[in-house]
């Protein structure tokens, strides 16, 4: 059916909600369908979060979904920003599109406007190691990019005053043995060409990567490179896409430019935070609300105090005490919008921890003192 | 295992989390256990909104379960405050309990203190009908209420300055064909004997109960009624238990008496609110935001503009449009912590709905005008 | 990424599976991505029992997957047939797509032998009321059924040896204000153009159209008639797509047809059932299992036997006794994979239910006696 | 409510079954409660494979719940049979309990028989390290374990012609800095006191306990030792208790009792599963089903076929393929209830893996040639 009447379908309503006059047509219950997910995802003192995904892939690249579901699954997933990346190189369906480079971007944006999302006009120069592949972001015309020398396309992205992000750095097909930088990403990198690394990607992460971020003052991104549609990969009944967080001046497609430009993101991928120290601890501590002990035990030998910890983020935090003498336990986890109870000896003042699954360098966790206001 | 070892168990930590030395003992994944559920329900303007059920039983009347479970399964639900109200008359175990009516509360109180759960001292004084059953809540002593004439254990509770509940007026067993007031009620209630009465309990709800506190200005309840282990009724993967919303000025078990002496009390049960109009309006404000409109379409007879409604809560919203021609769906749903996208014509100004799952009487609900700010 | 490399990546494995030589790169868990759903469907008597989807479209008319996404998602749902009718009247995306009425059949063919799944060749001939819209299955060439007059393309599909059946004939922008039977479709019915009818269609169903197919011994159909991924209508963790069963004598896309021709089918959409009665009888006791008493009770008055009824299929079972004296209560269900108990006073010899969820026609239900054998 | 009411409740029933007379009164619909989980696990040949749990806490010793729950929850959760084994040494609830040892199986018995569980009368016979704590079941009278000396407990049970099973052996409490047999424990293994042993417990597993149980020809057990309501720390959504399978000849508890006599048992915890290699390999076969090849690619040098396997139980299966150059993935997994495709080379007979997650000795796991029919 829909033929043209699919205008007549209200956008994010309940299937149930359908008017019924014809008392021969019964309408089933469904699941949660049309309905956006509300990320709880705090802001930080100063900055907006923002959820990203930059990197996406429509049937007019090797994708194989329609580019206006990609904005649909954002949509519902509540990301806020989305790039349809299509290779400019790698077409395979071609035989079947006509269209060029442009054409993802300008039917996605349609129904971009219609579900509020902030879409990017982006391409990926799909090239073999090195460069590898590079997202071209804030780009005006994707034809443009359509060059043989691939040091054409990053002087015409540039031209575009587009950003570029080196996409998954440690793919095996390009990088077998190990994850490293090659002397033209050094190059792109002290002469500022990159403006960010996906440290994670797809179903895989390289921790190296953040190390590279860090060092030379780049943006994080955590990406889906989604080509199929995305619950067949990332089922929202169990787990999430890759997102970046962004944290933005303000809601707008230059404030996520600005934002990018000035490193200030996080990888939030799986059940893991890569990124900057800074901005870590501000999430946290934005994310996790630390009580004051509620009880204490007469026992003047084994006295101890109780005090909760809430999760009020959709993240999950797993802790490792650094100390083994204070009466807390070695590891504990604080799943997403949950609280749990921890007991420690009565004089502590300090409960120091390391945040095993939120990673500030390749080798490096945050710490975070739980008794330290 | 176990055996007074149970101390060296930090409560509220994950499983995960015990140390191992022991090469051969190795700790296996598991769930969600021994974490707090929190709960995204709303404060409203000036007072403190608390989470309770008012009635459960153990294994000292026809209960099934240790006192300290109720606790704990109140922690782990996120309910902050619960009453043991085990019955007075009918005591199954006593042939193999020993211990007087307070034993239950006694017991329980230990764990409440650990847990930072509210404990009420409580009992259901069980009989006949009239009266049928009636909570005594923030009584001193349960062993005064044990009395031979029902009136003599009311004045009892009285006299401890105990809150009576009327529980589950509408209760096949005692009324079989219709759910009504005997003159006995009538009486409690207009010499403000009684405090409250329950709207829902257990699986079912009594929409008649609801008019009645209304017009005498009394607390609406919902409470579980639990005698099994929670779960094995209301499965935390797909429902809550029924729970009665407590506007407090203060979170301490004082500030509770106020509350519902005052009648400050929604009734929340399966997907439904039930209460006093102004609470629910406040509920509802706080719950949800409708956003201003992003997008309007630029084809002039059909013009339409495009908003967002957000739930930031764990409530469930149902809307009926009262309107067939300002361009909305004539039903639509918006789950917790969900999104939805709703279209009207460009030169709407209201959007009046009713909320069909928000009861403010037997046969009404509370209205709202989504575009009114 | 991707590129070519695709042919790396070996279907139906799950993600954790890839090769670890590079250790910067770091595989994380995912859900239960890329493995088949095992449906629990009994086989019957002399038939094996496959599931079909008669009905899903393409980006190649107005649907938005790629055509090989429809193999994919009837793999992991569990489905066994489907077929691929995109609309030869409607076809919105073709400005930007080139090939003609059999090219997402070609495409999809591909996919469909690397999954084992049965792909019908199909198109939807898509006109105004009447004669509607009909699927024509098992098409030799959906180029020559684009032509001006219905007539022609109807009268081409049987030149083909095709199938016809009726697509949602309660469709409410085709049929506003009842679900009727226009004088065409009387005829086709009569000269035994039309094979089946849907009976559910997508969301909603109409029970008048199964009254048609038992009256004209034709195939009744549930169907998905999806556009979107599958999953962004019929989330897999709530609920499934509609489905046709289809009782075939071999397991071949001939064995489909010959039992389509036999009307040897029975619709599945939500938790309904609905065709023929002897078929469906013949799947309820192949489904659930009525164990002998294993308990009694030894008071004369009220005697009871206990006894244990076990599906152990995927469908779900609504339970009305017809009688009100013989000690079992009035409604009973049984979920998927589930047992209940049920207790009968011990001299009852019969349990005669009516199954409210299982439709042999519009106002009719399947009876079973749940204590003969 | 409920007050000797409870009989009116028919066990095992939706809750939405009750009969509605009285308006005001409006049932909720509610989850899955009420309802036995099929298991899906196949028997072997010879034998009828039942599920117990043999090692359950009351709140006659240091449990949570009263008697019947641990039936109901058994029956909920679909499994067979469980013992009562409160401890005898250890009852810390005593001072409001009254009733001997035999009391908390009594009360459950009644349960047991309307719910067709089969129930072990046991005890915990509950010591420090050496012996440790050991489960006696099948007893008659648990009251006259009660002994001084651990020795003459044991006496008695053997008396009483019990089995003995060695609880948690890799216990931390008990067993700090390894999980060692203690001269005692060789002895009564030696004399064949001791008919088996928890190679699972709670959320712990003992890998070496396996080959003391392999060596000895000792029966394998996976016990909860639950204290909690069982959904506390087994939630069902997510996974199940340690249960043990046993291979018996006839479904009563005699033939549970000559099952783990003759040491046909099998640990299931988690995802694993762990016993005797004969008894895997009939589990495994009656599990998995491997389909021949359906699909062959026509390029000669990188020719491959593919075929399906199909998981048709709820254990889980993780692959490791033990060659490297037959074209299968090195690693792969195959979840219950669901199937996958593999491709292997077209030449290829053999497909030898290694299942990682099925445990036939410490250090050992079960092989399989996926080819070999």
Redesign the interface.
């Known amino acids: 059916?829909?033929?043209?009447?699919?205008i007549?379908f209200?956008?994010?309503?309940?299937?149930?909600?359908?008017?019924q006059?014809?008392?021969?047509?019964?309408?089933?219950?469904?699941?949660?369908?049309?309905?956006?997910?509300?990320l709880?995802i705090p802001n930080i003192t100063g900055f907006i979060t923002l959820t990203g995904d930059f990197h996406t892939h429509t049937?007019f690249s090797?994708?194989?979904?329609?580019p206006?579901?990609r904005v649909?699954?954002a949509w519902?997933e509540g990301i806020d920003i989305i790039a349809i990346t299509d290779?400019i190189e790698?077409r395979p369906?071609k035989?079947?599109?006509?269209?060029d480079h442009n054409?993802s971007f300008d039917?996605a944006q349609i129904e971009a406007?219609?579900?509020?999302i902030l879409l990017i006009k982006g391409s990926e120069i799909?090239r073999g190691m090195p460069p590898g592949?590079l997202n071209a972001l804030f780009i005006n015309d994707a034809n443009l990019l359509d060059k043989t020398d691939w040091k054409d396309a990053l002087n015409e992205a540039s031209q575009q005053n587009a950003l570029l992000i080196w996409?998954?750095p440690?793919?095996?097909?390009q990088?077998?043995?190990?994850?490293k930088l090659f002397d033209i990403h050094k190059e792109l990198i002290a002469n500022k060409r990159i403006s960010g690394i996906e440290v994670?990607?797809?179903?895989?992460?390289?921790?190296?990567?953040l190390d590279w971020c860090i060092t030379n003052h780049l943006a994080v991104f955590a990406n889906s490179?989604i080509?199929?549609?995305?619950?067949?990969?990332?089922?929202?009944?169990?787990?999430h896409r890759p997102m970046t967080l962004v944290f933005v001046r303000e809601n707008s497609l230059d404030g996520v430019k600005e934002a990018i430009t000035s490193a200030r993101t996080i990888a939030w991928?799986?059940k893991?935070l890569a990124g900057p120290t800074d901005l870590l601890a501000k999430l946290v501590k934005a994310s996790i609300k630390v009580g004051i002990p509620?009880?204490r035990t007469g026992n003047e030998e084994t006295d101890v105090k109780?005090f909760?910890i809430?999760?009020?983020s959709d993240f999950y935090f797993e802790f490792f005490n650094d100390s083994k003498t204070n009466g807390?336990?070695?590891?504990?986890?604080?799943?997403p919008?949950?609280?749990?109870?921890?007991?420690v000896f009565k004089n502590e003042r300090t409960l120091k921890c390391t945040l095993t699954n939120i990673h500030t360098g390749?080798n490096q966790n945050l710490t975070i003192d739980l008794l330290k206001r």
């Open positions: 059916m829909r033929i043209k009447l699919i007549i209200l956008i994010g309503l309940s299937l149930i909600s359908q008017a006059n014809n008392p021969n047509n019964t309408p089933l219950l469904n699941g949660n369908n049309n309905q956006r997910n509300h709880l049937v090797d994708g194989e979904v329609w206006t579901v649909q699954e519902e290779h790698y369906h035989t079947y599109l006509q269209g054409t039917i406007k219609k579900k509020n799909t592949h996409n998954h440690g793919w095996r097909v990088q077998p043995d190990s994850t994670a990607n797809y179903t895989e992460w390289y921790p190296i990567a490179d080509h199929e549609p995305i619950q067949q990969v990332f089922d929202r009944s169990v787990t991928f799986d893991q509620f009880y109780y909760e809430t999760n009020k807390a336990p070695q590891k504990f986890s604080l799943q919008r949950k609280s749990i109870i921890v007991k390749m």
